[in-house]
């Protein structure tokens, strides 16, 4: 290091990070500056900038890096409806992402998936079930994907004052969720409505309360604006109306996007000016390196490139990234906390409260303690990748379904195996040993679903005939068929599914004494299904999202209009409802009643009602709250999710469970985007479930109703 580099104000750390930075950026030059703004940010040795690779990913454990915990995919996460549980989880990634970057640091390695700043969460809304993607998400609802989302967020990023732990980037801004085959030319067309109600909520908790540094770009357009560079989305909202002060990625190859496939430039260097201009200041891909280019003919000035580098590196001061090690409380994590034991009981915690118990005809389930002889039968039912998911780290060990049944006994008891078939290949030769299996065994699980293999990210699954979207919502037709021919055998027969977004087991539902929806359950899945089939847990997760009956009740793919989508505006008979799921105990409801019966617009409301374990096991039992504007001026949703608590509560044991509806929450979305509370009537309903009524809900909601005086009371949207 030389005396002019040591003597330079930004490698004082008595200085503001903001002062620091405004000088580094004033000594470099303009290609310094480029070399920046691109995911693969170069070592500026003569002003000792390391090397940067931005590119990390997080969403259920530490991704692509070697061994790290693997949590519950993050569909699973939020079927578990409990973000207090979730920002656990988060500070234990970030714990394992910390002590993983200082590490590989330490032993000169700086390459991709070694930073500190992380491409997660994913918050988009998932508007139909179709979209690959859909397992990455927290489900179809904007609140409680922003509930996970706030709390994500804030266990990656820390607590520190002064520091970050690492960053959190929201994905994808906004209106994406399919299809992935369309998604780098494709133009979502969506109303302000839609936009304001459920496209952007999620977003906006992330920014100001979750406090996110980062925000990601999405590769398609919003009404005719590429979103990478979006004035609308990135300007008018991110920046005027949220206040947003930390820095934009771009989804990776966005930006050559604009002039490969969205035609509204017609060149690198345009493109990338374009969107520097529009606010994206990092560059995921290698566009960025065309700004010189760009300068020099006058499409973007260096002031603008200036603006960019400057977030850019606020980041990455924020993180400790140039100040000595003994001054970041977050630097001293010893690496000894990857993988630990602690983080692995975290995984089963997670793992346990994610399974939903979608039925239970006559009690099949849990299974007694005396069984003498069990068949494990299915494709899934000893395979790594519906424990993984997408975006994962490598577990040191694992629990398949499979291996959690065994482990569930060590002598006494006969478990029989076999696979079956393929996940979606059409050969039944593995047939009879599942029937022999079946025929020798006093119960039968069988693990089938869906796999990596046939939903997920553009070009990063092996069997989708939509590029990782999916053709149909039905189990693989060779999975039915080793489902009804053991079912045949007569034995009581239990159906798990694995998979990151809604399944139509129709067939299933009418024949099948039970069934679990397992998701992709991390590294303890195993453990998580075996303790739920014999009781050692009782199930308590709630679905995220609507598990229609087939495609043909949902509006056609590439329309982002809500109506017709999501429990809010779904009008057919779903097979399984939005917050729906079963337990092995009953919550009675009681007492249902409100801080007053009339308010002025303006005023919050609080309510409470008391909810009681009547049955005869302990339990966890997810209170929803869903909201109805009676007298709204425009058409809105049925009703909507505006609070929800999971509680645990003993045999017999009771809890008063309470809310504050504030006046945004009551507030409707008009036509032109605009937050309008309207005098009139307002119906609340608590309970174990959505509303509407429904032959598998355990009870029925309460209802009570309020109402709204004065003059209508607009808010910022």
């Not at 931005?54 to 699973?76: K, M, S, Y």
């Not at 409680?144 to 520091?163: C, E, I």
């Not at 608590?645 to 509806?661: E, N, P, S, Y």
């Amino acid at each position: 290091m030389t005396s002019k580099v040591s003597e330079s104000i930004y490698l004082d750390t008595s200085l503001p990070f903001e002062i620091r930075v405004a000088d580094l950026v004033s000594r470099m030059t303009l290609e310094e500056k480029i070399s920046q703004m691109v995911h693969e940010s170069a070592a500026i040795p003569r002003l000792s900038i390391p090397a940067y690779n931005w590119w990390n990913e997080c969403l259920h454990g530490v991704a692509r890096a070697g061994i790290a915990t693997v949590f519950p995919q993050a569909i699973g996460l939020a079927a578990t409806w409990n973000p207090d549980l979730i920002g656990r989880i988060a500070e234990a990634i970030s714990d394992e992402a910390r002590a993983k970057h200082h590490e590989s640091a330490r032993h000169g390695d700086r390459g991709i998936y070694k930073g500190l700043t992380f491409w997660s969460p994913n918050i988009n809304i998932v508007r139909d079930p179709r979209w690959g993607r859909t397992q990455e998400t927290y489900g179809e609802d904007p609140y409680l994907t922003g509930r996970m989302a706030v709390a994500f967020v804030k266990g990656l990023q820390g607590n520190d004052p002064k520091y970050l732990k690492t960053v959190a980037t929201p994905k994808h801004f906004a209106v994406h969720s399919g299809p992935e085959s369309d998604r780098h030319h494709f133009d979502a067309r969506v109303g302000w409505k839609d936009l304001r109600e459920s496209y952007l909520p999620a977003f906006k908790a992330s920014i100001q309360e979750g406090g996110a540094a980062s925000i990601m770009g999405a590769y398609s357009r919003m009404n005719g604006e590429p979103c990478c560079a979006s004035k609308t989305l990135l300007g008018d909202i991110l920046r005027e109306e949220w206040a947003f002060e930390g820095f934009v990625v771009s989804d990776c190859g966005a930006i050559c996007d604009l002039h490969t496939h969205h035609k509204v430039t017609n060149s690198p260097a345009e493109s990338a000016a374009l969107a520097v201009n529009k606010g994206c200041d990092l560059n995921c891909g290698k566009a960025y390196a065309h700004l010189l280019a760009a300068v020099e003919k006058g499409l973007i000035t260096e002031e603008t490139i200036d603006r960019s580098v400057t977030r850019l590196f606020l980041a990455r001061f924020r993180l400790g990234m140039f100040d000595p090690p003994e001054q970041v409380p977050y630097a001293r994590i010893p690496y000894e906390v990857v993988d630990c034991p602690e983080h692995r009981q975290l995984a089963l915690e997670a793992a346990r409260q994610s399974v939903v118990l979608l039925k239970n005809e006559d009690n099949v389930l849990p299974f007694r303690d005396d069984l003498k002889c069990i068949a494990v039968i299915g494709p899934n039912a000893d395979d790594l990748s519906v424990l993984l998911g997408n975006y994962f780290g490598m577990p040191s060990k694992h629990v398949t379904p499979l291996e959690g049944i065994q482990n569930r006994f060590s002598t006494g008891t006969r478990v029989w195996y076999a696979k079956g078939c393929e996940t979606d290949y059409p050969c039944t030769e593995g047939f009879a040993e599942a029937l022999a299996a079946a025929e020798r065994a006093e119960v039968v699980v069988m693990v089938l679903g869906f796999s990596p293999e046939l939903e997920g990210e553009e070009g990063d699954v092996a069997y989708s005939d939509g590029g990782g979207d999916r053709s149909n919502l039905h189990l693989p037709a060779v999975q039915q068929e080793l489902l009804r021919a053991v079912h045949a055998i007569g034995k009581p027969l239990v159906l798990v599914l694995t998979g990151g977004s809604p399944i139509a087991v129709n067939w299933a539902q009418e024949n099948v004494p039970a069934i679990l929806m397992s998701w992709y359950l991390g590294e303890e899945g195993g453990t998580a299904i075996a303790e739920t089939l014999f009781g050692d847990y009782c199930p308590g997760g709630r679905l995220p999202m609507t598990f229609p009956r087939s495609f043909e009740q949902m509006p056609p793919f590439m329309e982002y209009s809500m109506q017709g989508r999501t429990y809010k505006y779904f009008k057919g008979e779903a097979l399984y409802p939005f917050g729906f799921g079963l337990s092995y105990t009953v919550f009675q409801y009681d007492r249902l009643a409100l801080s007053a019966e009339r308010i002025k617009a303006g005023e919050t409301l609080e309510v409470a009602v008391e909810v009681q374990n009547t049955g005869k096991r302990d339990g966890d039992e997810v209170v929803q709250l869903y909201l109805r504007d009676d007298e709204a001026s425009v058409p809105g949703p049925r009703y909507q999710l505006e609070g929800f608590q999971r509680i645990h509560l003993a045999q017999g044991d009771k809890q008063r469970v309470t809310f504050c509806l504030t006046p945004r929450q009551m507030g409707m979305i008009a036509n032109d985007g605009r937050l309008v509370l309207e005098p009139g009537s307002f119906t609340v309903f608590v309970g174990g479930s959505q509303p509407t009524p429904q032959a598998l809900a355990a009870g029925q909601a309460l209802s009570i109703r309020f109402e709204v005086t004065g003059e209508a009371l607009e808010m910022e949207p």
